[in-house]
């Protein structure tokens, strides 16, 4: 019986079928120009591109040139790639011109699909971002389509790790640029901390297509990118906290595998502060003294470590450096950190040097940064089951774009067994089944853990994990049990274990299929294995006859693969994300071809233990479910389908609260970035100082001279005290306020007119020229200190803000009013701190402008505010911070390291001259204050 939904989707279509049916007109029409198209020589096709550019110039709209634009790339890609673009792929390219995703299935030509939109858009001269996962793929992508769009006249470039700010603003300039989703972040917050527009790399944000949508939008989505600087070297502290771990019981911590969480009970607590005391570590008398605040954190995020993070599934080990394992992707992450002090803590555990700890200078999340482009659009093979996350967070609508030939995979309930002994079992068992048939096999593992477990396990059975060359011959590969395993360890044969895992007979384990840019074709990969076997070859007869002889053989394999029924995906648990799940299945089936998928479970999997029924086991017990026998039930499908989308929901609102909380600092960074662009654009910064001057004149007075006070009542000796400490003048406030008659307006003015003189005379004594070059920099540096400060406010902020809800006061509200409050103390220091330095500032010669100077060692990565982790990327050894000799630097990195200059040999007016200074000596300034309440606070 048809249910009324499903009654008026057979009458109507589907919502999608309706969307893509709207395309079916300009499908036709694009078609229509395909002979007059052909016709043209190769000039004449290439002379289009100036063609619409100057329609658009007139007036014409990008909408209006898509069927001309998409005809002429469509026949671009058949002469140079010898590649013609399907009708769904065309379907697929309209919808990322609208600023859309378009879902298309593994092997349906994502890459391909996006020359169109792209050249589309690149025709307005403002630049098109295509968004890759890696630097891999950027390059690939970069040249391969780059051909077609070289053909038709548009430049191409691509923004990978290792490049200067000149080899990257050269790419920026390109019609199309390629680049990772983490170097076009880092891009960004780099620029907003440099001193000279022309120094900046990135041109705006117009269109931006992003591959694999779902990886980059969502699951990266969930750690903000972050530019720091290094603190100081701790590493003994570290490994004194991490020796009270192994001393502690069951009963004194408690773990929660949902949250990611650790937490301390209270005989935890009692017996660590009686150890800390032993140890000398702990002020006062409980733990929970403010003073310990630090040593609390750094014990939880050693409990974390020990007991919630696990070698070979959550990092790896490798040449004294502990290196995260991507939890989507399987691979190692070299240069990345998890932060607040969690690396530090497995880096103690695991006995390797530790590295210090860094500080946040410039932040923002993916949701922002991408909702910066004027439009932006999507690909990849999975997005439906997160499509309300798209629309909600990114205004972007999921369109199922169909295939080009109807996928033929057969896709099985899931097998049920008790144990993970019993699962692995009938894997080995399916694994032999299909290796006599001559059925190639993927199976797809969550860790490397596993992935070397179920390695293990087929060595046992008599397989050895060895390259898939035995396979090639059919003789050979009847007996050749061989196996290869794709995960960290092994990430440099990446490519070439996915290109030819669809041989007849081979056997591939996998930690996880995201992203990773290579399809599975069955018989394997011709280019890859003529590159692998023939690079010494020389060009020449005898290589042609070489190249024709692989190619047949793989032709001949693949024939055999498809006998023996394609490619069979099998999965040793589920994922927590029904987009992993997917992901794997789609590797097989590609473009029509034949394919099997199946998932093995056991109940005591992650997903079944965590979220499953606790009663299952017993029910199953009850069925009379017998040892090594398995259950298979579409019902179990739909209750871990059920488990899976409550735990997407979850992670969904976490990012969503996440993404709230950024909102906040969203408004007050776009303020900031603006300040400074309108600072660095203007040619002088006068009218901004004398502002901030009257503001600090106006500020001072209302501090020190109540509203209708009489003179008597002045705090005159304060007042006095703060002109000579920001204004550095020595004013005779006191014998003003014995005036006769006088009032706090005429005292303002009074001060304001002496500070306006002094500041003149600054001008006159250095010329205009040099003394507008040296506001700008002091207002620029103060700012970027001052903003780094803030955001270490609001970090905090954030780590506490949640208890307000105990007392009934929603702590998102209370953070968003303590954030205002804040702010404006950051811009009221900013116009202190500034007329403070201006006042005190004195040059011996025309001092330099801020430029993109060396600075010490900087590292940009990703932080996770709910869970406190934190994923950090190198970056160049020496970021080039944006700009300058060191805004954002601290004052102390920004001297020079040798230290100790004479009294004698600084030079007041010269900080670079000072050398190190102690925080309780005399500021060189000259200002008679002590350098920390000096020039060491401003910093």
Same mark, same amino acid.
């Given at each position: 019986?048809?249910?009324?939904?499903?009654?008026?989707?057979?009458?109507?279509?589907?919502?999608?079928?309706?969307?893509?049916?709207?395309?079916?007109?300009?499908?036709?029409?694009?078609?229509?120009?395909?002979?007059?198209?052909?016709?043209?020589?190769?000039?004449?096709?290439?002379?289009?591109?100036?063609?619409? %550019?100057?329609?658009?110039?007139?007036?014409? !709209?990008?909408?209006?040139?898509?069927?001309? &634009? /998409? #005809?002429? @790339?469509? *026949?671009?890609?058949?002469?140079?790639?010898?590649?013609?673009?399907?009708?769904?792929?065309?379907?697929?390219?309209?919808?990322?011109?609208?600023?859309?995703?378009?879902?298309?299935?593994?092997?349906?030509?994502?890459?391909?699909?996006?020359?169109?939109?792209?050249?589309?858009?690149?025709?307005?001269?403002?630049?098109?971002?295509?968004?890759?996962?890696?630097?891999?793929?950027?390059?690939?992508?970069?040249?391969?389509?780059?051909?077609?769009?070289?053909?038709?006249?548009?430049?191409?470039?691509?923004?990978?790790?290792?490049?200067?700010?000149?080899?990257?603003?050269?790419?920026?300039?390109?019609?199309?640029?390629?680049?990772?989703?983490?170097?076009?972040?880092?891009?960004?917050? %780099?620029?907003?901390?440099?001193?000279?527009? !022309?120094?900046?790399?990135?041109?705006?944000? &117009? /269109? #931006?297509? @992003?591959? *694999?949508?779902?990886?980059?939008?969502?699951?990266?989505?969930?750690?903000?990118?972050?530019?720091?600087?290094?603190?100081?070297?701790?590493?003994?502290?570290?490994?004194?906290?991490?020796?009270?771990?192994?001393?502690?019981?069951?009963?004194?911590?408690?773990?929660?595998?949902?949250?990611?969480?650790?937490?301390?009970?209270?005989?935890?607590?009692?017996?660590?502060?009686?150890?800390?005391?032993?140890?000398?570590?702990?002020?006062?008398?409980?733990?929970?003294?403010?003073?310990?605040?630090?040593?609390?954190?750094?014990?939880?995020?050693?409990?974390?470590?020990?007991?919630?993070?696990?070698?070979?599934?959550?990092?790896?080990?490798?040449?004294?450096?502990?290196?995260?394992?991507?939890?989507?992707?399987?691979?190692?992450?070299?240069?990345?950190?998890?932060?607040?002090?969690?690396?530090? #803590?497995?880096?103690?555990?695991?006995?390797?040097?530790?590295?210090?700890?860094?500080?946040?200078?410039?932040?923002?999340?993916?949701?922002?940064?991408?909702?910066?482009?004027?439009?932006?659009?999507?690909?990849?093979?999975?997005?439906?089951?997160?499509?309300?996350?798209?629309?909600?967070?990114?205004?972007?609508?999921?369109?199922?774009?169909?295939?080009?030939?109807?996928?033929?995979?057969?896709?099985?309930?899931?097998?049920?067994?008790?144990?993970?002994?019993?699962?692995?079992?009938?894997?080995?068992?399916?694994?032999?089944?299909?290796?006599?048939?001559?059925?190639?096999?993927?199976?797809?593992?969550?860790?490397?853990?596993?992935?070397?477990?179920?390695?293990?396990?087929?060595?046992?059975?008599?397989?050895?994990?060895?390259?898939?060359?035995?396979?090639?011959?059919?003789?050979?590969?009847?007996?050749?049990?061989?196996?290869?395993?794709?995960?960290?360890?092994?990430?440099?044969?990446?490519?070439?274990?996915?290109?030819?895992?669809?041989?007849?007979?081979?056997?591939?384990?996998?930690?996880?299929?995201?992203?990773?840019?290579?399809?599975?074709?069955?018989?394997?990969?011709?280019?890859?294995?003529?590159?692998?076997?023939?690079?010494?070859?020389?060009?020449?007869?005898?290589?042609?006859?070489?190249?024709?002889?692989?190619?047949?053989?793989?032709?001949?394999?693949?024939?055999?693969?498809?006998?023996?029924?394609?490619?069979?995906?099998?999965?040793?648990?589920?994922?927590?994300?029904?987009?992993?799940?997917?992901?794997?299945?789609?590797?097989?089936?590609?473009?029509?071809?034949?394919?099997?998928?199946?998932?093995?479970?056991?109940?005591?999997?992650?997903?079944?233990?965590?979220?499953?029924?606790?009663?299952?086991?017993?029910?199953?017990?009850?069925?009379?479910?017998?040892?090594?026998?398995?259950?298979?039930?579409?019902?179990?499908?739909?209750?871990?389908?059920?488990?899976?989308?409550?735990?997407?929901?979850?992670?969904?609102?976490?990012?969503?609260?996440?993404?709230?909380?950024?909102?906040?600092?969203?408004?007050?960074?776009?303020?900031?970035?603006?300040?400074?662009?309108?600072?660095?654009?203007?040619?002088?910064?006068?009218?901004?100082?004398?502002?901030?001057?009257?503001?600090?004149?106006?500020?001072?007075?209302?501090?020190?001279?109540?509203?209708?006070?009489?003179?008597?009542?002045?705090?005159?000796?304060?007042?006095?005290?703060?002109?000579?400490?920001?204004?550095?003048?020595?004013?005779?406030?006191?014998?003003?306020?014995?005036?006769?008659?006088?009032?706090?307006?005429?005292?303002?003015?009074?001060?304001?007119?002496?500070?306006?003189?002094?500041?003149?005379?600054?001008?006159?004594?250095?010329?205009?020229?040099?003394?507008?070059?040296?506001?700008?920099?002091?207002?620029?540096?103060?700012?970027?200190?001052?903003?780094?400060?803030?955001?270490?406010?609001?970090?905090?902020?954030?780590?506490?803000?949640?208890?307000?809800?105990?007392?009934?006061?929603?702590?998102?509200?209370?953070?968003?009013?303590?954030?205002?409050?804040?702010?404006?103390?950051?811009?009221?220091?900013?116009?202190?701190?500034?007329?403070?330095?201006?006042?005190?500032?004195?040059?011996?010669?025309?001092?330099?402008?801020?430029?993109?100077?060396?600075?010490?060692?900087?590292?940009?990565?990703?932080?996770?505010?709910?869970?406190?982790?934190?994923?950090?990327?190198?970056?160049?050894?020496?970021?080039?911070?944006?700009?300058?000799?060191?805004?954002?630097?601290?004052?102390?990195?920004?001297?020079?390291?040798?230290?100790?200059?004479?009294?004698?040999?600084?030079?007041?007016?010269?900080?670079?001259?000072?050398?190190?200074?102690?925080?309780?000596?005399?500021?060189?300034?000259?200002?008679?204050?002590?350098?920390?309440?000096?020039?060491?606070?401003?910093?």
């Amino acid at each position: 019986m048809i249910g009324l939904g499903g009654l008026t989707r057979k009458i109507f279509g589907t919502a999608n079928d309706r969307k893509l049916k709207g395309y079916s007109g300009q499908v036709q029409a694009i078609g229509a120009l395909e002979d007059e198209l052909k016709a043209l020589d190769d000039a004449a096709l290439k002379a289009k591109t100036e063609e619409f %550019r100057s329609k658009i110039e007139a007036g014409t !709209s990008v909408d209006d040139l898509l069927v001309p &634009a /998409f #005809a002429t @790339v469509r *026949e671009a890609a058949r002469r140079v790639l010898g590649q013609r673009h399907f009708d769904v792929q065309l379907i697929g390219g309209m919808v990322l011109h609208d600023g859309n995703i378009a879902e298309m299935k593994t092997g349906e030509g994502k890459t391909l699909v996006a020359t169109l939109p792209v050249y589309l858009n690149a025709l307005t001269g403002k630049g098109v971002h295509v968004v890759t996962v890696n630097d891999y793929l950027a390059s690939r992508d970069a040249d391969w389509m780059g051909q077609v769009y070289r053909f038709l006249g548009l430049s191409v470039g691509k923004i990978v790790h290792g490049l200067d700010d000149a080899e990257r603003r050269a790419a920026y300039a390109c019609d199309i640029t390629y680049g990772t989703n983490n170097e076009f972040g880092f891009d960004y917050l %780099r620029d907003n901390l440099k001193y000279d527009i !022309s120094t900046m790399t990135q041109r705006g944000h &117009a /269109f #931006a297509i @992003v591959d *694999e949508v779902d990886s980059i939008l969502i699951d990266e989505a969930r750690t903000p990118l972050i530019i720091s600087g290094p603190l100081e070297d701790r590493s003994e502290f570290y490994n004194s906290i991490d020796t009270f771990i192994p001393q502690i019981s069951e009963e004194d911590y408690e773990l929660d595998e949902k949250l990611r969480s650790a937490t301390f009970t209270e005989a935890g607590n009692e017996k660590l502060e009686q150890l800390l005391g032993q140890a000398g570590l702990l002020k006062g008398d409980s733990l929970y003294d403010v003073e310990n605040v630090s040593v609390v954190h750094h014990l939880q995020q050693a409990l974390r470590a020990h007991k919630l993070f696990q070698r070979d599934r959550d990092y790896i080990v490798k040449s004294d450096e502990v290196i995260i394992i991507d939890e989507f992707t399987g691979r190692m992450m070299p240069g990345r950190r998890y932060g607040d002090g969690l690396h530090q #803590a497995l880096e103690a555990k695991e006995q390797v040097p530790i590295q210090p700890e860094n500080q946040t200078i410039a932040s923002i999340t993916f949701q922002n940064y991408f909702r910066m482009y004027d439009k932006l659009a999507g690909m990849t093979g999975t997005a439906s089951t997160e499509a309300e996350e798209f629309l909600d967070i990114y205004g972007l609508e999921v369109a199922e774009i169909p295939t080009n030939v109807p996928v033929a995979r057969i896709d099985d309930d899931d097998e049920v067994y008790r144990t993970a002994d019993e699962k692995y079992q009938a894997i080995i068992a399916l694994v032999n089944d299909c290796h006599e048939r001559n059925q190639p096999i993927l199976v797809g593992t969550t860790s490397i853990e596993k992935s070397e477990i179920l390695a293990d396990k087929l060595k046992k059975a008599g397989y050895r994990q060895k390259d898939f060359s035995a396979l090639y011959d059919p003789e050979r590969g009847k007996n050749a049990k061989v196996f290869q395993v794709l995960n960290a360890r092994y990430h440099e044969q990446e490519a070439h274990i996915i290109a030819q895992a669809g041989i007849p007979g081979a056997v591939t384990i996998a930690t996880n299929m995201a992203g990773r840019g290579t399809d599975i074709q069955l018989g394997g990969n011709a280019d890859l294995r003529i590159a692998q076997e023939l690079a010494d070859m020389p060009e020449g007869p005898e290589r042609e006859e070489r190249e024709a002889q692989i190619r047949a053989d793989i032709a001949t394999l693949k024939e055999r693969a498809l006998a023996a029924g394609g490619l069979y995906v099998v999965g040793t648990e589920r994922h927590e994300s029904r987009r992993i799940d997917n992901q794997l299945r789609g590797r097989s089936g590609r473009q029509g071809d034949p394919g099997h998928s199946r998932f093995y479970l056991s109940l005591q999997d992650d997903l079944m233990r965590i979220f499953g029924s606790d009663r299952m086991e017993g029910m199953l017990t009850r069925l009379g479910l017998q040892e090594g026998e398995a259950i298979v039930h579409p019902w179990i499908n739909k209750a871990l389908e059920k488990a899976q989308s409550k735990v997407e929901a979850r992670n969904f609102d976490q990012r969503k609260n996440v993404l709230k909380y950024d909102d906040v600092m969203n408004d007050q960074r776009k303020v900031v970035f603006e300040q400074r662009l309108e600072l660095m654009a203007g040619e002088t910064v006068q009218e901004t100082v004398s502002d901030m001057r009257f503001d600090v004149v106006e500020q001072l007075v209302a501090k020190h001279i109540p509203e209708k006070a009489y003179p008597e009542q002045w705090d005159s000796a304060g007042l006095k005290e703060a002109v000579l400490n920001v204004l550095n003048l020595d004013l005779p406030v006191d014998e003003w306020a014995k005036e006769e008659g006088i009032a706090d307006q005429e005292v303002k003015e009074r001060l304001l007119a002496a500070a306006d003189e002094a500041a003149a005379r600054k001008v006159a004594k250095y010329g205009a020229n040099i003394w507008r070059q040296v506001e700008k920099s002091v207002i620029l540096q103060t700012l970027d200190h001052l903003w780094r400060e803030h955001l270490a406010t609001l970090d905090h902020l954030r780590s506490v803000i949640g208890f307000r809800g105990y007392a009934q006061r929603d702590p998102l509200n209370e953070y968003k009013t303590e954030a205002f409050s804040l702010f404006e103390a950051m811009l009221q220091s900013l116009r202190e701190m500034t007329t403070a330095q201006l006042a005190r500032i004195e040059l011996q010669q025309a001092p330099p402008t801020p430029t993109d100077a060396d600075l010490p060692e900087m590292h940009a990565h990703h932080a996770d505010p709910t869970t406190g982790e934190d994923e950090m990327e190198l970056a160049d050894a020496e970021l080039a911070y944006a700009g300058g000799n060191g805004a954002a630097a601290p004052a102390a990195a920004r001297r020079p390291a040798s230290a100790e200059a004479t009294p004698e040999a600084r030079n007041p007016g010269d900080p670079r001259s000072w050398g190190k200074v102690g925080r309780n000596e005399p500021c060189p300034c000259g200002s008679g204050k002590k350098f920390k309440h000096c020039h060491g606070k401003y910093g």
